[in-house]
Nanobody, 115 residues
Framework: QVQLVESGGGLVQAGGSLRLSCAASGTISTNAVMGWYRQAPGKQRELVTRFTSSGSIFSGNAVKGRFTISRDNAKNTVYLQMNTLKPEDTAIYYC?????????WGQGTQVTVSS
């Protein structure tokens, strides 16, 4: 079983920065792929950015150039550095881990950007 715990959300003014963390525990395979998604009120959950199975990074157009994903394999942790935040970035941010056909989600962390 895999558990994902996010941290680092909060309230920030437009133009500011936040860094989210996601720590994975349990049985983690080296083939696991991790990433970040978000869901704004009244909208569907969407991809923010993620690692691919080949180790490259795929990001949504809305965050390219502003958000950066990184990882510490020794700690089974991924990070999301969010810069130049905009009010439209307000959402619950979810950590995701995919392993084969299994899909795991964290509980989510709220990010609110004020104008």
């Amino acid at each position: 079983q895999v558990q994902l715990v996010e941290s680092g959300g909060g309230l920030v003014q437009a133009g500011g920065s936040l860094r989210l963390s996601c720590a994975a525990s349990g049985t983690i395979s080296t083939n696991a792929v991790m990433g970040w998604y978000r869901q704004a009120p009244g909208k569907q959950r969407e991809l923010v950015t993620r690692f691919t199975s080949s180790g490259s990074i795929f990001s949504g157009n809305a965050v390219k150039g502003r958000f950066t994903i990184s990882r510490d394999n020794a700690k089974n942790t991924v990070y999301l550095q969010m810069n130049t935040l905009k009010p439209e970035d307000t959402a619950i941010y979810y950590c995701n881990l995919q392993l084969g056909f299994a899909n795991y989600w964290g509980q989510g962390t709220q990010v609110t950007v004020s104008s």
